[in-house]
């Protein structure tokens, strides 16, 4: 139960994963990333400090919670999440998250657009990376600016990102843009079985009657 209390409010507002509009200009990328949440689902404690995958369309993060090693795959308009050492894990449907309105913050994915229809603001210097400063609201409303690092081929290094959830802060850092990524590591664990998150939230509804 815990595990599915975690995995609700990560997907509910975090939203890392959401979508993928706009056009890719990333092939294979590994990165560290800290995430700050300024207003997230009450008496949920999200965890801050990820370690993400990125190869063409499918993304892989890592983190601790809950005292337990924590993972997420995105595949296709599935994401699924389990815990290290367990025998199953859950999974939630990104394209009905989004109909029914959640965050959609896939800004690594979303570069080109960014840089072609958002507003330069300027240009700062992040961590040694130049980068320069975009501000843009995606089709969700949700508003962010973004600092695009000029030496890493406008990698997000920084991103401050407020949708319906709250504003979320991801700061990027240790960025390999020729990463060597096995293809397991992008794969669902063998033997493992994954509960539909939408099953489980009618669980919780039924017990709440």
Same mark, same amino acid.
């Given at each position: 139960?815990?595990?599915?209390?975690?995995?609700?409010? $990560?997907?509910?507002?975090?939203?890392?994963?959401?979508?993928?509009?706009?056009?890719?200009?990333?092939?294979?990328?590994?990165?560290?990333? =800290?995430?700050?949440?300024?207003?997230?689902?009450?008496?949920?404690?999200?965890?801050?400090?990820?370690? &993400?995958? !990125?190869?063409?369309?499918?993304?892989?993060?890592? =983190?601790?919670?809950?005292?337990?090693?924590?993972?997420? !795959?995105?595949?296709?308009?599935?994401?699924?999440?389990?815990? #290290?050492?367990?025998?199953?894990?859950?999974?939630?449907?990104?394209?009905?998250?989004?109909?029914?309105?959640?965050?959609?913050?896939?800004?690594?994915?979303?570069?080109?657009?960014?840089?072609?229809?958002?507003?330069? $603001?300027?240009?700062?210097?992040? #961590?040694?990376?130049?980068?320069? &400063?975009?501000?843009?609201? %995606?089709?969700?409303?949700?508003?962010?600016?973004?600092? $695009?690092?000029? %030496? $890493?081929?406008?990698?997000?290094?920084?991103?401050?990102?407020?949708?319906?959830?709250?504003?979320?802060?991801?700061?990027?850092?240790?960025? #390999?843009?020729?990463?060597? &990524?096995?293809?397991?590591?992008?794969? !669902?664990?063998?033997?493992?079985?994954?509960?539909?998150?939408?099953?489980?939230?009618?669980?919780?509804?039924?017990?709440?009657?």
């Amino acid at each position: 139960m815990k595990h599915g209390i975690w995995m609700r409010g $990560l997907a509910a507002t975090v939203g890392l994963v959401a979508g993928t509009a706009g056009g890719q200009s990333f092939e294979a990328v590994h990165w560290k990333s =800290t995430i700050e949440i300024e207003a997230g689902a009450p008496g949920v404690q999200m965890p801050s400090e990820y370690e &993400i995958w !990125l190869k063409g369309s499918r993304m892989r993060m890592k =983190t601790e919670a809950l005292g337990m090693a924590m993972n997420m !795959l995105k595949l296709g308009d599935e994401m699924y999440s389990w815990s #290290d050492g367990q025998p199953s894990g859950v999974k939630v449907n990104i394209a009905a998250s989004q109909r029914s309105g959640r965050s959609n913050s896939d800004y690594v994915h979303r570069v080109a657009e960014i840089r072609e229809k958002g507003k330069k $603001l300027g240009a700062e210097s992040v #961590d040694g990376h130049p980068c320069e &400063i975009r501000e843009y609201t %995606d089709e969700h409303g949700n508003h962010g600016k973004y600092w $695009l690092a000029e %030496d $890493l081929k406008y990698f997000p290094v920084r991103a401050v990102v407020d949708g319906a959830k709250g504003t979320v802060t991801y700061r990027n850092r240790e960025i #390999d843009l020729a990463a060597s &990524i096995p293809e397991e590591m992008m794969a !669902l664990p063998k033997d493992m079985t994954f509960q539909d998150m939408s099953e489980v939230m009618k669980g919780l509804q039924q017990q709440k009657k």
